[in-house]
């Protein structure tokens, strides 16, 4: 047996006609601790999978009666988590292809040798825990995907908790990349309408001509490529909750129809003439100041007032800095299952460190790219010389991104003279600012370059100028 398999207590079915068969794969797997159960054919069998406690079934192809094929199909839609290892002396390579297509973990000609039967057995029982921790995984962060323990998420999970069951809109607003859709399904998996449909609208990523056929849909003919009827998100998301994601970046045009559907309730195909109901929670998210954009006359003031009923911010990453290590272990292992690395790949005491030192401009999603190329590329443990250079820093020191090595100009941070008296907030704020100021003045306020330098995007950087102040005349490329 390859090392580290645990063949007791994990139960076989062998499924073949040949008695010789079931008799020497019982031998050869008992042998080494398995428990099996043997069975002439697939209807014999099906009895006994209803009582479950099955781990892995060896399935012959060619069986009088219900084939292998066929049987394998069966056991893929009733018990798709057990894996089915196929065998066979005579089956062509059409059969093989078959079998792999309907979903058999591994195919195995006879006669049976000893040791290919017991690698296939032990990593048809790998890959299926395998894919059950992935499964767990999953099924955690549909529960609950703001992982943290952080007083900024708990907030975050107190006011869902408390709007959720209320059917009331909700406004989420906060920087790209903390995670605002999981707030929004969280609000509906903990409301009323649960059961009912989770629809998302990117509004920045659908251009301004289609947005409104997007959100009600067409008739047949309304417009040249409409060749059938076409429901819309408004229709899809009935009873259930509607999620438009980037509000602050719809049409004035579309914001004017989507208030009237939330004043009315009602709904009109474009090409159509009827008009009909639709029970609908919007719940609507931006990263953009909205009440900046009503001044500035790009969103209307009676819609964000329709929209912002009750406001929940999403935090950015720099403000949950007790969650970073969590979150980084969760995708870890995440990614590691995905990309079949075994053991998870860890991090040492000094990446973590690291890690858990960094300023994320680009919040949780930048902690998750971070996580996946890791697994990927790194070694396991993960250690210093694996992470970036803007993580690690220079002989493993970490360092705020583009800080470079002492005696250059950008070594002239000095924390010192922000004395003691602020929170930890207040100076992860002040320190950021001039961090971003001095590279900005290294690269004589070239935003593509500083951030190129930072690891952000521009548009961030450009977000990040007007939140923490910082205006000044720069070269754009």
Not at 75 to 96: C, D, H, Q, T, W
Not at 360 to 381: K, Q, T, Y
Not at 426 to 442: F, P
């Amino acid at each position: 047996m390859t090392e580290g398999s645990d063949p007791i207590g994990q139960r076989v079915a062998v499924v073949d006609d040949e008695r010789n068969i079931r008799r020497t794969l019982s031998m050869v797997l008992e042998g080494e601790g398995y428990s099996v159960e043997t069975f002439e054919s697939p209807d014999a069998f099906f009895p006994r999978l209803e009582r479950g406690g099955i781990d892995v079934i060896l399935l012959d192809v060619r069986m009088p009666g219900t084939d292998g094929l066929t049987a394998l199909s069966r056991l893929k839609v009733e018990r798709p988590e057990i894996p089915v290892i196929m065998i066979s002396g005579n089956a062509s390579i059409e059969e093989a292809f078959e079998a792999r297509t309907k979903g058999a973990s591994n195919f195995i000609e006879k006669p049976l040798g000893r040791e290919r039967v017991l690698v296939c057995v032990e990593n048809a029982i790998k890959e299926r825990d395998r894919e059950a921790r992935l499964r767990a995984l999953e099924a955690d962060e549909q529960t609950d995907e703001m992982l943290g323990t952080s007083p900024a998420i708990e907030r975050v999970r107190t006011q869902i908790a408390k709007v959720a069951s209320t059917g009331v809109r909700v406004l989420i607003t906060g920087e790209s990349g903390t995670g605002k859709e999981l707030i929004a399904r969280a609000i509906h998996r903990a409301s009323k309408r649960a059961r009912g449909p989770f629809v998302k609208v990117n509004c920045a990523a659908i251009p301004a001509e289609l947005i409104e056929s997007e959100l009600f849909g067409y008739e047949k003919g309304a417009f040249t490529g409409a060749d059938r009827q076409k429901r819309g998100r408004f229709e899809l998301a009935d009873n259930g909750t509607l999620f438009l994601d980037e509000i602050g970046d719809m049409s004035i045009e579309a914001q004017a129809k989507v208030l009237r559907a939330l004043q009315t309730g009602e709904v009109v195909r474009v090409g159509g003439e009827k008009s009909f109901f639709v029970d609908v929670r919007v719940v609507a998210a931006t990263n953009k100041d909205l009440e900046e954009e009503v001044r500035l006359g790009s969103f209307r003031e009676d819609l964000f007032f329709r929209l912002s009923v009750v406001p929940i911010e999403s935090p950015p990453l720099r403000e949950r800095g007790e969650d970073i290590s969590l979150l980084m272990s969760h995708y870890l292992d995440q990614f590691s299952l995905e990309h079949g690395v075994d053991p998870a790949v860890k991090l040492s005491p000094q990446a973590k460190q690291a890690i858990s030192s960094y300023t994320f401009s680009g919040n949780v999603r930048e902690l998750r790219n971070l996580a996946e190329r890791l697994v990927i590329l790194a070694d396991n443990p993960i250690t210093l010389s694996d992470l970036p250079p803007t993580i690690a820093g220079d002989k493993g020191s970490a360092r705020p991104p583009g800080l470079s090595s002492a005696g250059s100009k950008s070594s002239r941070l000095d924390l010192s003279q922000f004395g003691t008296h602020f929170t930890l907030r207040e100076l992860r704020e002040m320190v950021e600012r001039q961090y971003i100021e001095m590279k900005l003045e290294d690269t004589g306020w070239n935003v593509t370059k500083t951030a190129e330098i930072l690891g952000i995007e521009r548009t961030n950087l450009h977000k990040k100028l007007k939140q923490l102040g910082l205006k000044k005349t720069f070269q754009r490329s």
